[in-house]
């Protein structure tokens, strides 16, 4: 089982990791591009995570004979997520830390533009930009930036690993017994 959640774990982990690496380096040339950033992300996301639907089936045919309960399922899935969040994480981490450390205030900047292009008051603005303010300071933690950043990614992983145990689940066959 460890094998089949490395593997998948990591090429999980390095289709979001290349997914949030391009989409940050396009943001940080033009910040228009933050407009699909959440779309993009959580895309590629599901598309990676759907590789735990392949991996549970296949482990399941493999070494299952067929069957798997919906615990191995399930761990076997949680597996994967850790792993491919893990690797998720390490990469925002550097690139935010070495490459893009003007991130919240880019975002700030390009999220209150697009406020005011709404027709968004005063005061609803100040309001904003306090939320962001707010919102990025876990930023400021290295406990912070790490678990916010897990947060975007694992609850996805946790729920479609759910989805497959319970969809793949199986019982082994009824052995007909011979006198």
Request: hydrophobic letters at 50%; a positive charge.
């Amino acid at each position: 089982m460890r094998k089949t959640i490395l593997v998948f774990g990591l090429i999980a982990g390095a289709i979001v990791s290349i997914m949030l690496l391009v989409m940050m380096v396009l943001s940080k040339n033009n910040a228009r591009h933050f407009d699909n950033g959440e779309l993009v992300g959580y895309t590629s996301m599901l598309l990676a995570f759907s590789l735990i639907f392949i991996a549970v089936k296949s482990y399941r045919d493999r070494y299952g004979a067929g069957a798997i309960s919906f615990k191995d399922a399930f761990l076997l899935g949680l597996g994967i997520t850790a792993v491919a969040s893990a690797l998720y994480v390490f990469t925002w981490v550097v690139f935010y830390t070495n490459f893009y450390p003007t991130f919240p205030e880019d975002y700030a900047q390009y999220a209150l533009e697009k406020m005011k292009q709404k027709g968004s008051t005063a005061a609803e603005l100040s309001q904003a930009q306090a939320d962001i303010r707010n919102a990025f300071s876990y930023y400021d933690t290295w406990y912070g930036l790490i678990g916010i950043t897990f947060l975007e990614i694992f609850p996805v992983g946790l729920l479609l690993s759910l989805i497959c145990a319970l969809i793949l689940r199986r019982k082994p066959a009824a052995r007909v017994v011979s006198s």
